[in-house]
């Protein structure tokens, strides 16, 4: 797929802002990483937007920096309102110049979602996804707000950014004000959308008259809220002009609040869905419009900036997965391009979990000054057995560190369980991160050894100085009555379309496996995959043409492709334990189609009249044509030498890494985080 080097010429081309220029038209979303919340990892924060500047990217733009305590995220989050604060920002600041690159810092006041108890908002009504009422800010209290914005802009500009960017989407404290949703007041704030729009542009105004007219200022506006009670578009549209009038330069744009519940970044949402609502508002403006959200790969990008659609694009995701992004692109190296996938394993759910965000497909993300893959002093014999996710890093990284690698595993293809997970409707990014491995196995000179399953025997012939067994796992039997039967089968045999269950399935165990599988078999053969973006709004009930007030209509009534229950022995909520910021997705989609879900369950017997189960206790029978078997893994290590063998002088060392290492709570996030860890290590 190498790509010549002027295949995407319109985004690289630079933006003319009048009193600056962008080297191109990429720009690095903002990302709250947590590094900025604490003055210690500034050093850390500086050395991640190092490395991001000098891949290339135009402009970037910091997590979002509170302007007082009343709009902390979270409890002594990263606040800008004393000059103490500025000599860390300096370290950011430095960093980026140094690169060539350009720099805003976000101002981002939380209002009600604020995970503490100052907040504040435009009414006093709790958010569905908060903990805390907030208060209702007083006049006065609008008024110290402002200043706060004010003192906020100033000591950017005194720390050495090139600009802010002004956080009014995703349902944060401007967003709360904006809407009726969450602006009740009778007062000069509220009512009106002229009353509405008051607080954020009485802040831009002011925060232009401050810092003068060579100094960015960009906002983020939310485009379509995609809530009840959100924006008409004609509201959207007079706001951004106030806006552009009070002194932006450029906008972002924002689509659905935090407590949407419909999805805008995971991985199911089709690649630059809501570009298409950007463009309409670039139509409004003079100033340039930049469209965000779900853009990951060149092409989308190029396609947007080329048609005059928008004038910027925005990934801020894709940038934890490849610091490199432009450079490869300008190089023509698209190929190589470590792809973000939309899990938000590492990144959105770290930092929903108060833990520093990284990346899934490229754990050194937020970790650049204590991952290093430098040269080893010597140079190791090194066979790594198993091309999935944890035998893949740990290649590559070890061939990259210098080490003579050889990669094994019995089947001819690459990728491991990840083969399957692509299968999955909604997952067709992860065959990205295949790609990238597979180009990347070429560029750091593994040898690939494929189609053949090595013995210990085989492996200990050959001298290597160091074996890693990335083995991975096998699906786990559980030992009910009639597991044997030809009507029980496996989540690999379903996802490989080895067997097609028929139109009633019951599926044993409710982990990603069990919620994959059920979207899998929910999905009709008949609809393309990946699914249409005209399609997929049909299915959330998403109105591009923004006709609809926050852009939301009726979802698609659905006629479920089959019936499905799903059951967990556990007595927690089905899904419990699916990732913090997609669990609610996939729940979402099995809910709409009728899926029973079942915590509780004892297993009895499995018959020919189907499952026979106990639901807390109550006997049961789910009359089904197949039972699909996703009860987890165990560990496949049968290479490792037996314990208690005393290993000789020379012998080669043993390692194991992901599912072969530990099966219970595996990902792919551990499994290429350890193999990249143990790769970095030897
Ligand atoms: P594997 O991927 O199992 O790879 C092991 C490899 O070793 C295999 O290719 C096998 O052929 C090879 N092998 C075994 N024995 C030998 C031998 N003797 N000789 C040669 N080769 C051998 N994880 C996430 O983080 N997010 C998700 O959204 C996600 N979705 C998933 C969806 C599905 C349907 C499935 C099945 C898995 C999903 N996973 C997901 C889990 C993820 O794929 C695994 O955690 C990951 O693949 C484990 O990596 P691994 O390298 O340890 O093992
Ligand atoms: P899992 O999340 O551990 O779920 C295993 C399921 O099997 C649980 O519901 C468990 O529930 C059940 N189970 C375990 N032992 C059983 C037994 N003996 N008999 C019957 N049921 C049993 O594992 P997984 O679904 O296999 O997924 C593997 C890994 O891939 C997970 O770590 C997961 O994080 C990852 N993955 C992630 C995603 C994602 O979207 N992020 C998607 C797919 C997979 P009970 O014990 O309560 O019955
Ligand atoms: Fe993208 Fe997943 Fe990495 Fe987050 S963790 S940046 S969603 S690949």
Excluded at 192 to 214: D, F, H, K, Y
Excluded at 292 to 311: F, Y
Excluded at 453 to 468: K, S
Aim: with cysteine; hydrophobic share 40%.
């Amino acid at each position: 797929m190498s790509v010549s080097p002027n295949a995407h010429p319109h985004l690289l081309q630079p933006l003319d802002l009048g009193f600056t220029t962008l080297r191109n038209r990429v720009m690095m979303g903002s990302m709250h990483t947590g590094l900025e919340d604490r003055f210690y990892n500034y050093a850390k924060l500086a050395a991640y937007f190092r490395e991001r500047v000098r891949g290339g990217v135009g402009l970037v733009v910091t997590g979002g920096i509170s302007p007082n305590r009343q709009g902390w995220l979270l409890p002594f989050g990263g606040t800008l309102n004393s000059i103490f604060d500025v000599y860390n920002h300096r370290k950011v600041t430095r960093a980026v110049h140094e690169e060539g690159g350009k720099i805003l810092m976000q101002i981002l006041h939380s209002g009600r979602y604020g995970y503490q108890p100052f907040v504040v908002s435009a009414s006093s009504i709790k958010s569905p996804i908060s903990m805390f009422k907030p208060k209702a800010l007083t006049v006065s209290g609008i008024e110290s707000t402002i200043k706060a914005y004010l003192r906020c802009a100033k000591l950017a500009q005194k720390a050495g950014y090139d600009g802010v960017e002004i956080m009014g989407s995703e349902g944060y404290l401007l967003n709360q004000f904006l809407c009726t949703r969450s602006n009740k007041r009778t007062d000069a704030y509220g009512g009106s959308i002229e009353n509405r729009m008051r607080l954020p542009v009485e802040i831009v105004r002011q925060v232009r008259a401050a810092v003068g007219s060579n100094f960015i200022l960009m906002y983020r506006h939310s485009v379509l809220d995609l809530v009840e009670g959100g924006n008409s578009w004609e509201e959207v549209v007079q706001v951004a002009q106030a806006l552009e009038a009070a002194g932006v330069t450029l906008f972002n744009t924002g689509f659905g609040w935090h407590e949407a519940r419909t999805p805008t970044i995971v991985t199911s949402v089709p690649r630059a869905a809501f570009a298409s609502v950007a463009a309409r508002l670039k139509q409004a403006v003079t100033v340039p419009v930049i469209a965000s959200n779900r853009i990951n790969m060149p092409d989308e990008a190029e396609t947007l900036i080329a048609s005059g659609s928008v004038d910027m694009v925005s990934m801020a995701r894709p940038f934890l997965a490849d610091s490199e992004w432009v450079n490869k692109v300008a190089a023509g190296r698209v190929d190589e391009i470590n792809t973000c996938i939309g899990c938000n394993q590492a990144c959105l759910d770290h930092t929903f979990a108060n833990q520093r965000a990284s990346c899934l497909v490229n754990p050194r993300a937020g970790h650049e000054t204590e991952l290093l893959y430098r040269k080893a002093q010597r140079q190791k014999k090194v066979a790594v057995v198993g091309a999935g996710p944890a035998g893949l890093s740990a290649a590559t990284v070890a061939a990259e560190c210098g080490h003579d690698v050889t990669l094994f595993d019995s089947s001819d293809r690459i990728g491991g369980q990840f083969n399957i997970a692509m299968q999955v409707p909604g997952k067709e990014e992860f065959a990205q991160t295949l790609r990238y491995f597979s180009k990347r196995l070429k560029v750091t000179g593994v040898r690939v050894q494929l189609g053949h399953r090595v013995t210990r025997e085989q492996l200990l012939a050959q001298g290597f100085d160091v074996i890693v067994l990335a083995t991975g796992i096998v699906p786990r039997t559980p030992r009910i009555p009639g597991v044997q039967r030809a009507n029980v089968v496996t989540y690999a045999d379903v996802l490989q379309r080895k067997v097609v269950p028929g139109s009633r399935v019951a599926i044993i165990g409710a982990g990603g496996i069990g919620f994959d599988v059920g979207e899998f078999l929910l999905h009709d053969p008949a609809v393309a995959l990946p699914v249409s973006i005209d399609h997929w709004c049909r299915e959330w009930g998403v109105d591009l043409q923004a006709q609809a007030n926050g852009g939301l209509i009726s979802p698609e009534s659905v006629k479920p492709y089959r019936q499905l229950y799903l059951l967990q022995r556990k007595s927690t909520r089905v899904g419990a334990g699916l990732g913090k910021t997609s669990g609610w997705v996939h729940r979402a989609v099995l809910q709409r189609n009728g899926v029973q879900m079942f915590s509780g369950v004892e297993y009895q017997r499995i018959d020919d009249i189907g499952l026979h189960i106990t639901v807390n206790g109550e006997a049961r029978v789910l009359e089904v044509d197949h039972v699909v078997l996703c009860a987890g893994q165990e560990s496949l290590i049968e290479l490792m030498p037996p314990a208690g063998v005393p290993s000789e002088l020379g012998a080669p060392r043993f390692y194991t890494i992901g599912g072969a290492a530990l099966a219970s709570e595996l990902d792919a996030k551990r499994a290429i985080r350890e193999g990249a860890v143990l790769a970095a290590s030897l």
